[in-house]
């Protein structure tokens, strides 16, 4: 059974930083990407990043490009995804999830950890 759990959520003040990690485990198979994907008060889910553990493919929304980055650790079987320069529109519940591949579409993953909120401040 594929489990996925995100941590590191909290309260951070604009400007500042700040780290998700997303801990997967029960794959099967060495083909699987892991995404995050956040929700902000009054939108709709955006996908804002993925890395495939297979082609290395990597995705960033441009809402976040330049100022997140996404890495995994093998060893670990743990997806980081590295906040920096946090504004307080960035404020919303950030979920990692898990497929095939990478999707630029929330709706297009299989797998979904409990989301974390990350809420920034003015």
């Known amino acids: 059974e594929v489990q996925l759990q995100a941590s590191g959520g909290g309260l951070v003040q604009a400007g500042g930083s700040r780290r998700l990690s997303c801990e997967a485990s029960?794959?099967?198979?060495?083909?699987?990407?892991i995404g995050w994907i956040r929700q902000a008060p009054g939108k709709e889910r955006e996908a804002i990043s993925c890395?495939?553990?297979?082609?290395?493919?990597?995705y960033y929304s441009d809402s976040v490009k330049d100022r997140f980055t996404i890495s995994g650790d093998n060893a670990k079987n743990t997806v980081y995804l590295q906040m920096n320069s946090l504004k307080p529109e960035d404020t919303a519940v950030y979920y990692c999830?898990?497929?095939?591949?990478?999707?630029?579409?929330?709706?297009?993953?299989?797998?979904w950890g409990q989301g974390t909120l990350v809420t920034v401040s003015s």
């Open positions: 999830a898990a497929r095939e591949g990478c999707s630029r579409w929330y709706q297009g993953y299989d797998y």
């Open positions: 029960g794959f099967t198979s060495d083909d699987y990407a």
């Open positions: 890395i495939s553990s297979t082609d290395g493919t990597l």
